[in-house]
């Protein structure tokens, strides 16, 4: 059995914590964040930073996160490309995605480019990280942003989402995403050229690259990797903004269509309707509706045969 451990930061921490949502184990170890089984391999991250993989798949599924750290060996830290000085208050193409750790409704992708002469105009209408927003201001702001900057939205229904899972894990799919949304939209904006792409890191910049050279129309030149991306530049911030409006909207519409009130996120709620889905259509009806690989739809099949 492989064993593999890396050290991550405390931001990293918690981009896996949700990433991993649909395979976390209930069972409580000290010093740990959280446990999580995935594909055969056991993920356990420590308080202290640590976090270790355990299984055959050990080594492949590390590697979505970080250069290895075998058991005694000295620290290895992922390598991310210095960002430009003053990114700030430059010409951007920021990326980011919603609807990763959510059980129900889609996974949007939004590119947006924000002008340096720009900048002022949106510090003034508020646009900032979305997680500090609510969110009817998110849908109010996300309307204007959409009138104000160019943008490329992409939406992945959990239909589409299913048919494709198999082939792509969930991080290919997402650098599929980014790499399409941000092609698309630089065909937009030609022939002004950002100085900067700068995508809200989900995976380390080695990784991203390598999925992206399978894609047709790969973007390989002037990207650029940061956590939490909103504090670095307002174009991350604005494409958080027009994603997480485009899923709750995405959201109301699969709930009126249901006749359900889909929650986001994937807790005990999720199961809960999940099941009650299964019963009326099977997993049929469900596969529209879900991301069935996550744990809720066989928490949800033990709900039925109670």
Wanted: proline share 4%.
């Amino acid at each position: 059995m492989s064993n593999v451990i890396i050290k991550v930061t405390t931001t990293q921490m918690e981009k896996m914590k949700q990433s991993y949502q649909p395979y976390l184990l209930s069972k409580k170890i000290p010093y740990t964040v959280f446990t999580a089984k995935k594909n055969g391999t056991t993920i356990t991250a420590y308080t202290s930073g640590k976090v270790m993989f355990q299984g055959a798949n050990a080594e492949k599924e590390a590697n979505c996160w970080g250069e290895k750290q075998l058991t005694k060996s000295p620290q290895v830290k992922s390598k991310t490309s210095a960002l430009p000085e003053n990114l700030s208050s430059l010409s951007v193409l920021g990326s980011d995605e919603v609807g990763n750790g959510s059980y129900f409704g889609p996974l949007t992708v939004c590119a947006a480019y924000v002008d340096q002469a720009k900048l002022k105009q949106l510090k003034q209408l508020g646009v900032r990280d979305s997680k500090e927003l609510k969110d009817p201001q998110i849908i109010q702001l996300a309307n204007i942003l959409k009138d104000t900057i160019p943008y490329q939205l992409l939406v992945l229904t959990p239909k589409k989402y299913n048919e494709i899972q198999p082939t792509y894990n969930a991080v290919r799919m997402k650098v599929a995403l980014h790499n399409q949304a941000i092609h698309l939209l630089l065909k937009k904006i030609a022939p002004a050229k950002p100085d900067a792409i700068l995508i809200d890191q989900f995976t380390p910049e080695t990784n991203f690259k390598k999925y992206a050279r399978l894609e047709q129309n790969q973007i390989q030149e002037k990207l650029y990797f940061v956590t939490k991306g909103e504090q670095y530049h307002l174009a991350v911030a604005a494409a958080s903004i027009i994603s997480r409006a485009s899923f709750l909207e995405e959201l109301d519409k699969e709930s009126a269509e249901i006749g359900m009130n889909l929650p986001s996120g994937a807790g005990t709620k999720s199961d809960q309707i999940a099941a009650k889905i299964l019963q009326q259509g099977g997993i049929s009806l469900l596969a529209n509706y879900a991301k069935l690989h996550f744990a809720n739809t066989e928490k949800a099949k033990k709900i039925l045969d109670r």
